[in-house]
C-alpha cells in the first residue's frame, strides 16, 4: 500500500495538478467526432436505420445535403446531424 504525505506543497497547486490530469484524461476520453468527418451512404443509413433507396429519395428531395468526390457520395457528419435534428422535431 502506497502513502503520500503532502507537506511541502500547496492545497492551490494540489488543486492545480489534479484539475491538470483531469483535463487530459477527459481529453482523451472524449472521442467526439469532427463535424467534419465524411460518412458513407452505408454509414448514414446506419445512423437512421434507413435502405440506401430512402437516403436517395431523401437526397433528391433535399431533406440531407451530400458531396462527390471521384464519383463516389458521402455525407458530412455535420449534415447527417442536422437532418437528424429536423427529423426529430
Known amino acids: 500500500?502506497?502513502?503520500?504525505?503532502?507537506?511541502?506543497?500547496?492545497?492551490s497547486d494540489l488543486k492545480e495538478m489534479i484539475?491538470?490530469?483531469l483535463d487530459s484524461r477527459?481529453?482523451?476520453?472524449s472521442n467526439k467526432p469532427n463535424g467534419n468527418e465524411?460518412?458513407?451512404r452505408n454509414e448514414?443509413?446506419?445512423i437512421f436505420k434507413i435502405d440506401l433507396s430512402?437516403?436517395?429519395?431523401w437526397r433528391?428531395?433535399?431533406?440531407?445535403?451530400?458531396?462527390?468526390?471521384?464519383?463516389?457520395?458521402?455525407?458530412?457528419?455535420?449534415d447527417v446531424e442536422a437532418a437528424?435534428?429536423?427529423i426529430i422535431e
Do not use: Q, W
Not at 477527459?26 to 476520453?29: E, S, T, Y
Open 1 to 11: 500500500m502506497h502513502s503520500t504525505i503532502l507537506n511541502s506543497i500547496s492545497p
Open 19 to 21: 484539475e491538470s490530469a
Open 26 to 29: 477527459l481529453d482523451k476520453l
Open 38 to 40: 465524411l460518412l458513407t
Open 44 to 46: 448514414v443509413c446506419e
Open 54 to 57: 430512402t437516403l436517395h429519395h
Open 60 to 78: 433528391k428531395k433535399g431533406r440531407i445535403k451530400a458531396s462527390g468526390i471521384g464519383g463516389r457520395v458521402y455525407f458530412k457528419r455535420s
Open 84 to 86: 437528424l435534428i429536423i
